[in-house]
């Protein structure tokens, strides 16, 4: 059954545009059109023009960039409530990446143009797409710094330590949002070294997995023992 929606009070409440005002908002749904598609849906593929921004709705959907050998990189597993593609809209250059549907999803495409017309009418609405902007490459420093010093247990325990909304609790269960391998990539790890550290945790008695669900106990000392750990360097 097809799920209703209604598209400008949920324009409203993105983080990116809740500034506006009634007549903003009425001038940005202009440009706005929603996405309804199928897991395995391609929104866009590297080098494709790029002549908007996406907000996802519901679904979530993986940004990936392909090597000439056909390995895949997952660079982002972006999840609802989230922007992407604001950027490359600015540069007006091709997408250098691609992006794909990992589940059944529903997106917003904002037009480069309403968006531009809302940055010369509000300043406020410029400094949130600045702020998102800039926490965005806040975030992929952090990944670069993250994969060339951390060996691949402190990758894992720091990645679970994300899915929490607790990380400072003793004892919780988080659920993988997305299958292993794409996790695997998305911290730049082979699917079996993520298999690996993952039974390495398990065996050191600091989890225990259920399927998608693992519970973490003492956090702490599994941020620990992957740091001062030498089995976790290959």
Known sequence: MRKEIDIRQL???????QELDDSQIARLMLGVREI????????????????????MVFGRCKLFVTSAQGS???IEIVHAGQSFGEAVMFLRRPYPLSAQLLEDSMVLHVSE????DAIEQDPAFARH???GLSLRLHTFVQDVERYSIENPLQRVAGYLLELTNDPQAEHFTVTLPVNKN?????????PETFSRVLHQLMD???LSVDGKDI???NPSGMLMFAQTSTRGRG
Do not use: N
Not at 11 to 17: I, N
Not at 36 to 55: I, N, P, Q, S, W
Not at 113 to 116: A, T
């Open 129 to 131: 797409l600045l702020a």
């Open 113 to 116: 143009k309403v968006i531009s």
């Open 204 to 206: 050191a008695g600091f």
């Open 215 to 217: 519970t973490v106990s």
């Open 11 to 17: 324009v409203r409440h993105q983080p990116l545009f």
């Open 72 to 74: 895949e990189k997952v």
């Open 36 to 55: 309804r598609a199928e897991k395995g849906t391609d929104l866009f593929r590297r080098g494709d023009a790029c002549d908007g921004m996406y907000v």
């Open 182 to 190: 794409l996790i695997a990539s998305r911290l730049s790890l082979a």
